[in-house]
Each structure stands twice: as C-alpha cells, then as structure tokens.
C-alpha cells in the first residue's frame, strides 16, 4: 500500500515486526471482490483498501473485479455456470456472484473472445 511507504510512523511499525495496517471493517462485496476499511497502526489512519485490483487494459471487461472475471472464465472452461460457481463458493463459505453479474462478465468474456479471433 503506497501509505505504508509514505508514513512515516507506519515505516516505525514494520520495524518492530508488528501489522502495520488492521482490517476495521468490510465496507462492500462485490462478488469474490470485497473493499476493506483498514486502520494504519502507524498514525491511525483510516484508508480503503480492495482486495482485487480492477481490470483496466481488456478491450470490452473493463472495471470488473479481476478475481470475477477470473472465476467466470474458469466456470467457463470446465464446462459449469454460476449456479455451479455459487455452489462451490458456498461450500467455502464464501460469497459469490449474482446470477446477473456472472452473465453480464460472461457475455462480455465472449464479446472479448470473439473479437480476438475476428482480427
């Protein structure tokens, strides 16, 4: 995280080999992806943190959550859907997409694909 580099009292606490940043909350999923508010042990600072960065370079999945777009893609692959996703990820406890999400990368996923190999 660029405060970490930036705070000095934040440089203080990696020294003594402590976190330097703790979780306070979870502001917001988004499918797999979730945004964080975490307090820096340095200054106490309160910062949001994403755990998935968001795709900016792709042609037509631009903005999505990079970990949804890799979970539909490998739905896609083995042959599944997301109720099949929405099964796995519950068996982990762990949230997983809507059913409008998932077909909303998908389409976009097949839009990406077909201009791939259009060119």
Known sequence: MKHVVLCEAAKQVVITDNPVVRITSELRTHG???ILSVCC???NQ?????TSPK????????????INVRAVWGSIVTGNGASHLKEVMATMDAPSL??????RIESQIGASVRMYFSR
């Open 32 to 34: 797999l992806a979730s």
């Open 41 to 43: 042990c340095g200054c």
């Open 46 to 50: 309160s910062l949001k943190f994403e």
């Open 55 to 66: 795709l900016k370079t792709m042609d037509t999945i631009t903005g999505h959550y990079d």
């Open 98 to 103: 809507s059913q409008p999400a998932f077909t």
